[in-house]
């Protein structure tokens, strides 16, 4: 089986979460490469969407499946494989 890394973008995150607190949630799925939290240019606020990378990908569709609709504040998780793969980092 072949095995790389997935990249996924994650929407309905609580506004105060960090990319800390989101690498703690997708950690116990696996290993985690890469967080990041999108930030809006203007506020400087949190926009509820971040980006999480994991080593494999069958770990990464196991904390997708485990996570999906997951509520964490006010709004359910819809977590989605990026269309980019897990290869370009910005």
């Known amino acids: 089986m072949y095995i790389c890394a997935m990249r ?5 995150l609580p506004r105060h979460y960090d990319k800390f607190d989101l690498q703690r949630l997708f950690n116990p799925f696996g290993w985690v490469d ?17 980006i999480v990378e994991m080593k494999r990908d069958d770990q990464a569709k ?22 980019d793969g897990g290869h370009m980092r910005q």
Do not use: C, F, H
């Open 34 to 50: 890469y967080t990041k939290i999108i930030i809006d240019p203007l506020s400087g606020l949190s926009r509820g969407k971040g």
């Open 8 to 12: 996924m973008t994650i929407s309905g």
């Open 62 to 83: 196991q904390a997708m499946a485990a996570l999906q609709g997951k509520v964490l504040g006010t709004n359910p998780l819809n977590i989605k494989e990026a269309k």
